[in-house]
């Protein structure tokens, strides 16, 4: 819940370079570790200088409460996470987090839905429905552009399930082509209801939701916007409400009322 | 050795120390309480409220830019109803002061609002919003004409007994006279800088970043452009003046008081940390201390030009 959220110094006590551009940092913060569910993202402060003057928004990659530390993934898009992919063992992070709305886990069945960079909230999704259903797997379908962004990562998730399914662009690895055509071809299960999880690019989510009404499936997805501030207080991080014919149209805000939404709280027609 | 006091009045509405918020960086209050005390801040100033909730822009309504960000957020609030309802109750368990920022289309806007808040209770003074276009005069806002400023501060003067702040645009040729025209009309104070009128372009798309394509620059990049209309209008006023504009520090904000404000608020700085004004609070506490002033008091209007 995001009223219970808090700031505080992370020290980063790990660093990967999974690719040329996609870094990962472990960093203890167990104020944050121990109260976070998957789907809720922390806000970075990269330095203490005015340039770049406003934190980053970062998904929660996994947890390990008895350690008490987090997990960020993330991709180098400008001079904040530049700037964050610099940082070595040892230094410290201001956070605030765990901020947002989370994914509401089911006891269905579920599937994994992650695109590009938006795997990342899903490792700790999948890890938290394996130990709170053991004995469902889950069915995780990742897509990215080539085998060098996603290899690495493929790892982690099938510590967790057996029922991995890669995609990419180039044909590097996995099915050719993207994640919605892998979803596509899923049979739609009688006995027992299914929700799906899914974070990534907007017009991955739009198929993915477009499937997932058809076929019956229940989906809930993690949307992205431009923030300030990430804790309700800017409202800059509008999206658009799915509002019925008499309703005014209004804004739901990714920071408080998500980021993770069911599907159809959201206006797909932008 | 006692500590410096803190305490400032702006006119009427006394405060404990001169640390403010800025309206649309702080929610309605309770958004920040798990980060800082409420209770220390010398006034909480609340999101602009309209007579009707406003659902704002379509998105993207924000992007950084170097040290700063734009804005184009579209005043959306709860309206004025669902305000006194459902977010006064928590303000009201607050010691610090509240000052409602209120905003309109037209005069009527205003005196309406003014009329509706001046006897709820919890409400210590008004902070009023004249950046907005006035719809009746072909959307030139009311915060450029010195005529309209001056006929929007008479409308809440005469609908209210409750302090009135003028919250002045930058947008402006000339500061002082915007100043004088509100002062004459009524003011009690006067609060400024509001945002800088930006714009930012996303070369690769060939589009602006901004969906309302132009939008309010704040952040430190604004603070030198803030202190010299700060300095400007005091020097060309009696009511108190409050310095808004890209504070992030206690120096900032002395800054700012040496300039002639008797108070500031703290904006864009709340979103990177969310105990700025606390800091603050106590870097104004640390630096009076340090030069043996007795009192805040003693540094409002304090710069020497000889």
Redesign the interface.
Known sequence: MA?????VAGEIIGVEKITHDIFRQTILAPEIAHQAVPGQFLMV?IGFE??????RPFSIHQIREDEGTLQILFKVIGKGTRLLSQKREGETLDL?GPLGKGFNAQPDKNILVGGGIGVAPLLFLADWLANKNPGSASKILLGARTREEIEALTHDFAKITDDLLIATDDGSMGHHGFIPELLEKVQPCESKPLTVYSCGPYPMLKKVVTICRKKGWNAQVSLE????????????????KAAGKSE????LHVCKDGPVFHSEEVDWNE | MNKPSLKVAVGALELKNPVMTAS????YGQ?????LDLNTLGAIVV?GISIKPR??????????T????L?A?GL?NVGVERFIDEKLPYLRKIESKVVVNILGDSIDDYRQLAETLDDVTGVHALEINISCPNVKKGGVAFGTVPKMANEVTKAVRNACRLPIILKLSPNVTNIVEIAKAVEEGGADAISLINTLLGMAIDIHARRPKLANIVGGLS??AIKPVAIRMVWQVAQNVKIPVIGIGGI?NAEDAIEFMLAGATAIEVG?A??????ATIDIVNGISAFLEKYNYKSVDEIIGALDVS
């Not at chain 1, 009223?3 to 700031?7: D, E, F, M, R, Y």
């Not at chain 1, 916007?225 to 658009?240: D, E, N, P, R, T």
């Open positions: 009223l219970s959220s808090v700031q402060r005015l340039d770049p003057l406003l934190r605030l916007a431009m923030m300030a501030c990430g804790i309700s207080a800017c409202l800059g991080c509008a999206v658009k005014k149209m209004s804004y | 649309g960086t702080f929610g958004e920040y309480e798990t980060y999101k659902p704002g822009n379509p998105p993207p309504r924000v992007v950084e170097p040290s700063g960000m804005n957020i959306e952040g430190p992030t864009t709340n979103f990177i940390n969310p105990h």
